[in-house]
């Protein structure tokens, strides 16, 4: 067969899966395997396979795959940003879960909007995915209603709730904003903030934390509180400030929706010579790899990222398989890690 790898195919038209058989020296059946499951066949028959089809140029056919088995190889992946790094580390979760396997991952992008999200999980669902992972469990109406009709497994990924399309996992944002303010509360600061750009649905939910938090200890103010619909940044975290300081300078801790706010803040404390934290006390939110780099280290709520990624990936191809897993809902919570930003305050 090494005689036969240094050959030129020269014919135009399109190469069959027969001929890739015929060079590696295998039956039809056993190529066709190849491309569907490849762990079925020995190494030596996958090597051959593999280089008589890069030889010849031999492309599947996953269209007529598809037709014949009502589904492709590839699950989609649908999250709201390719730039924040909270999303990187749940795909990058993803494809190192199906690394290996027979699958593929198609990814698309709804930049946090939901009637992106209805065109895009119908450009998905039209190519008959293997399986669907998507992110946050606010879709309208309408894509729920697309969801629930088709017969692929849908992980919802990054937050729990109680009506799950198939299967979810995440956590609860309320109780992990609730969490973050308990924990400022018991450092001794009264005067909290709230500072939170975008204001998607998660968001939402945690500052639905805090406000609910700051009630129960009659702390409320809405000076304290201060949004934007702009995009997060660390720019943005320390424009905010400057806007909080100016409604309420007796501010003496702040919670940010994510870590890039966090940093921000530090940055303007930082310049204005605000002593963090016997000034100010600072708790992001996801616990980026940054946050225990700052000088002073910055508190931060972790969210289990990658294992969310990884777990989703794995259930739906368990699914696939015909193994439904026993919990369709898999809570795998969050910790307050509490750094120099939020030591507790001096007497």
């Known amino acids: 067969m090494s005689a036969m790898m240094g050959r030129k195919r020269t014919k135009p038209e399109k190469v069959r899966l027969a001929e890739v058989a015929s060079l590696a020296g295998v039956s039809p059946i056993t190529a066709s395997r190849f491309f569907r499951t490849p762990e079925a066949l020995s190494i030596a028959k996958r090597v051959r396979v593999e280089s008589a089809a890069k030889e010849l140029g031999y492309v599947p056919n996953l269209a007529a795959r598809a037709l014949a088995s009502q589904r492709t190889e590839v699950i989609g992946v649908l999250i709201p940003s390719l730039t924040n790094n909270v999303f990187s580390d749940v795909l990058r979760a993803v494809y190192d879960a199906l690394d290996g396997s027979r699958y593929s991952i198609q990814l698309a992008n709804t930049r946090y909007s939901m009637l992106q999200e209805e065109k895009l999980l119908r450009l998905l669902l039209a190519q008959k995915p293997a399986g669907l992972i998507v992110t946050g469990i606010d879709q309208t109406a309408e894509s729920r209603s697309i969801m629930e009709s088709v017969d692929c497994p849908i992980v919802q990924i990054m937050e729990i709730g109680p009506n799950p399309i198939d299967m979810m996992i995440g956590f609860s944002h309320y109780q992990a904003g609730c969490a973050a303010i308990s924990h400022l509360l018991a450092q001794g600061f009264s005067r909290i903030g709230f500072l939170g750009a975008r204001m998607d649905p998660r968001v939402q939910r945690r500052f639905e934390g805090?406000?609910?938090?700051?009630?129960?200890?009659?702390?409320?103010?809405?000076?304290?509180?201060?949004?934007?619909?702009?995009?997060?940044?660390?720019?943005?975290?320390?424009?905010?400030?400057?806007?909080?300081?100016?409604?309420?300078?007796?501010?003496?801790?702040?919670?940010?929706?994510?870590?890039?706010?966090?940093?921000?803040?530090?940055?303007?404390?930082?310049?204005?010579?605000?002593?963090?934290?016997?000034?100010?006390?600072?708790?992001?939110?996801?616990?980026?790899?940054?946050?225990?780099?700052?000088?002073?280290?910055?508190?931060?709520?972790?969210?289990?990222?990658?294992?969310?990624?990884?777990?989703?990936?794995?259930?739906?191809?368990?699914?696939?398989?015909?193994?439904?897993?026993?919990?369709?809902?898999?809570?795998?919570?969050?910790?307050?890690?509490?750094?120099?930003?939020?030591?507790?305050?001096?007497?």
């Not at 300078?249 to 994510?258: K, L, S, T, Y």
């Open 210 to 347: 805090y406000q609910a938090i700051m009630k129960q200890a009659a702390l409320t103010d809405p000076r304290l509180v201060v949004t934007t619909s702009l995009p997060s940044s660390v720019t943005t975290g320390g424009a905010l400030l400057g806007d909080l300081l100016m409604r309420a300078p007796e501010v003496d801790a702040v919670f940010c929706a994510n870590d890039d706010l966090a940093l921000g803040v530090l940055f303007e404390c930082q310049r204005r010579r605000i002593s963090v934290p016997d000034q100010i006390a600072i708790v992001g939110f996801n616990d980026l790899e940054f946050m225990a780099s700052t000088v002073p280290t910055l508190t931060s709520v972790r969210t289990n990222r990658y294992e969310m990624g990884r777990n989703a990936a794995l259930m739906v191809v368990d699914c696939i398989e015909g193994r439904r897993p026993q919990q369709k809902v898999v809570d795998l919570g969050f910790n307050v890690m509490e750094r120099q930003s939020s030591l507790p305050r001096r007497p």
